[in-house]
């Protein structure tokens, strides 16, 4: 009894040590490795031709005031918010219709459409974009044919990129906000057909409140997703001159740190990216949250 009563405490510390190792590992270390050269930076002595004529520096805050102060970054972030904007609006729209459509009283095919719309979410980013782009070359694409319409032109190439995101994320928002309409239980719903309600009443009085929750949820996850656009972009830019190589926040990161070099200003960036991120995510999440979770009790 001793014995199993001193080993009892340990047991949920060693369910949790694979993940914590994980965890310390790849995001601990590297946030912090982020955070150390984010406050230094190289030293050139001389001419810089010596075998000693560099070294690496602390330098405190200079590298966060130079990317407060970068014109493309605040460029690259108005880029992200008119994108950002048009994805969260379509997709989440989108995916609250069709749990709505799945969850409702007739519905065939429930499975197979179901398992249609959240396809697209299993194909990984870079694929996605690379088949979306070569649809959107004017001398391959079927859009330019019939519409003569060039998707990779400026004007054009933001709702180009926004349809890739809104094609792969609209299936796994609408997965969850399904399932938690299928948590509800039915009599709820019998009781408000008895009264008279129709379907569309059910929806608006009935499953939006019930669903708001999921929504800030999933809000608050495609917030963060949005913030951290990269794989469109950059996987669209080879096909199109029209996207530069700074055009998101973390296209600005990719170039300095891995083609200029500069490895300091790049970290500095990341961790104003990271702040800005948590920031919009907590803030949105503190406005909306309460009046959700209270409509819902309600």
């Known amino acids: 009894m001793t014995g199993s009563r001193s080993r009892g405490p340990i047991a949920p510390y060693l369910f949790l040590l694979p993940a914590v190792t994980l965890f310390t590992l790849f995001m601990a270390l590297p ?3 982020t955070a150390y050269l984010s406050l230094r930076r190289t030293k050139v002595s001389g001419l810089g031709l010596g075998k000693g004529s560099r070294k690496e520096v602390f330098v405190g805050l200079d590298n ?9 970054l605040w460029a690259g972030w108005l880029r992200v918010l008119g994108y950002g904007t048009l994805v969260l609006a379509v997709m989440l729209g989108l995916a609250l219709v069709f749990a709505l459509m799945l969850d409702a009283a007739r519905v065939r095919l429930g499975r197979f459409t179901r398992v249609a719309i959240f396809l697209p979410y299993a194909v990984p980013g870079v694929v996605a974009s690379l088949m979306w782009g070569f649809l959107y070359l004017p001398s391959l694409s079927p859009f330019h044919q019939i519409f003569g319409v060039d998707l990779l032109s400026p004007a054009a190439v933001v709702y180009s990129m926004a349809n890739v995101a809104v094609w792969g994320g609209t299936g ?5 906000l399904y399932t938690n309409l299928r948590a509800v239980p039915q009599d709820l719903y019998q009781a408000a057909r008895i009264d008279g309600a129709s379907e569309l009443q059910i929806a608006l009085r009935i499953k939006i409140p019930i669903l708001a929750p999921a929504i800030i949820l999933t809000t608050v996850f495609s917030v963060i997703a949005t913030v ?4 469109e972009p950059s996987t669209l830019r080879p096909l199109s001159n029209t996207i530069s190589s700074t055009w998101s926040p973390l296209m600005k990161v990719y170039r300095d740190a891995f ?6 200003s790049a970290a500095a960036t ?6 800005i991120s948590l920031v919009l995510s907590f803030g949105f999440l503190r406005v909306v949250r309460n ?3 209270g409509e819902a009790e309600a």
């Open 31 to 33: 946030i912090g490795y």
């Open 64 to 72: 966060y005031a130079a990317a407060v102060g970068d014109a493309e």
């Open 172 to 176: 796994f928002n609408m997965l969850v």
């Open 228 to 231: 951290q656009v990269f794989t």
């Open 259 to 264: 083609v200029t070099g500069d490895l300091y």
């Open 270 to 275: 990341a961790m104003v990216i990271a702040v």
């Open 291 to 293: 009046r959700a979770f």
